[in-house]
């Protein structure tokens, strides 16, 4: 993706879109976390999407048990 589009310029939701549709979407996609339909512009569930969610559930329940700075 082009840095330049995401200026001083660009509103919160355009930066949005543009990082959801050219990074985060194909990168789920490509894992099988969603299923993305360009042309429709409709996203599913993807194969490995309860494997995905089981992880951040988990970290999201242990947030406070994890060491200072994890990601």
Known sequence: MDPSLLNDDSTGNQRQMLLLEHQLLPKLASNEFVEWDRD?????????????????????ENEGKLPEGWP
């Open 40 to 60: 429709d512009n409709e996203i599913r569930r993807g194969r490995h999407y309860d494997a995905l969610m089981s992880v951040a559930v988990a970290l999201k």
